[in-house]
């Protein structure tokens, strides 16, 4: 089964045909002439934004998340800000380590938010996971992107860049989101 995933960034497309994989379902880009307005107020809105435009430029069954990083200190942020919380991701990070400076709670969680869309444009599903951890003092680890080098997940000491991408694809956010999402469909589709 074939369902358009929401998003121009082919490492999230990537990682979750990794999470998904033997499932029976295979997660592809949508066509051109996808560009969604993430202008909603929460990862629920911006998640059904993106899976409605997918929708309408391909006409198919469509899945989207949102996520980002919220930081407890920063009352949430960068929250549904994460991916246009500075330039590059490298100012992203450093704008994250200086903001958090001054503060003893580095308490953190990575949220993510799916939706899933019928053919015809109705939500079918919505699943939502979370990862619990704390932001380090300085980044470390080579895998993974976005916020992965300075978040540190909990009851362990390494940074999701730290980990393997099997390693993060078994307690991300994204994967528990995405884990109640495939059983979903395996359930609804009899795969």
């Keep these: 089964m074939k369902i358009v995933f929401a998003t121009g960034n082919v490492n999230k497309l990537k990682e979750i045909n990794e999470i998904s994989k033997g499932s029976g379902i295979e997660f592809i880009l949508p066509p051109d002439g ?10 629920e809105e911006n998640s059904y934004k993106k899976a409605k435009e997918a929708n309408r430029v391909s006409q198919m069954m469509s899945l989207a998340d949102d996520s980002g990083l919220c930081v407890e200190a920063l009352n949430g942020a960068p929250g549904l800000y994460s991916a246009r919380y500075a330039g590059t ?4 990070i450093d704008k994250i380590l200086q903001e958090l400076k001054s503060f003893k709670n580095r308490d953190a969680k990575f949220v993510c938010v799916m939706t899933l869309l019928d053919t015809d444009g109705n939500i079918l599903h919505v699943s939502k996971g979370e990862c619990f951890g704390k932001i380090a003092e300085t980044q470390s680890g080579k895998n993974g992107f ?23 694809n078994k307690i ?20």
């Design 89 to 92: 991701q490298q100012e992203k």
């Design 146 to 168: 976005g916020y992965d080098p300075v978040f540190i997940v909990e009851n362990t000491d390494l940074t999701m860049a730290d980990m393997s991408e099997d390693e993060k």
């Design 34 to 43: 996808f560009s969604p307005v993430e202008d909603g107020c929460t990862f």
């Design 172 to 191: 991300s956010h994204r994967a528990k989101a995405l884990q109640d999402m495939i059983s979903f469909i395996k359930t609804k589709f009899l795969l």
